[in-house]
Nanobody, 123 residues
Framework: QVQVAESGGGSVQTGDSLRLTCLPS????????MGWSRQGPGKQRELVAT??????TNYAEFAKGRFTISRDNTNTMFLQMTSLKPEDTATYYC??????????????????WGQGTLVIVSS
């Protein structure tokens, strides 16, 4: 089992920067791809960025050039956000897909989600 917890949200002004952290626990060595999603007020949850175990990244169009996803060798993941805009206001969630070894094989992978951290960007 893997659990993840986000931190780093807060209230900032337009143009400010913020760094979110996703701290995993449990069987962290089984973590594969990790990612950030967000859900703004009255909106559906949307993907922000993902990062594989080998460091390959993928970004939503709105995140390209402003957000940077990274992870360290403990599988702690970060989201560096710059040039923040009011439309970036949302609850940000991290997730971690992890493998589940079972004997000499594997069960289907699962994804752990955090409770979210709120980011508010004021104009």
């Amino acid at each position: 089992q893997v659990q993840v917890a986000e931190s780093g949200g807060g209230s900032v002004q337009t143009g400010d920067s913020l760094r979110l952290t996703c701290l995993p626990s449990g069987s962290t060595h089984n973590i594969m791809t990790m990612g950030w999603s967000r859900q703004g007020p009255g909106k559906q949850r949307e993907l922000v960025a993902t990062i594989t175990k080998t460091g390959d990244t993928n970004y939503a169009e709105f995140a390209k050039g402003r957000f940077t996803i990274s992870r360290d060798n403990t599988n702690t993941m970060f989201l560096q956000m710059t040039s923040l805009k009011p439309e970036d206001t949302a609850t940000y969630y991290c997730n971690a897909e992890y493998s589940r070894p079972y004997g000499m094989s594997y069960l289907d992978p699962r994804t752990a989600w955090g409770q979210g951290t709120l980011v508010i960007v004021s104009s």
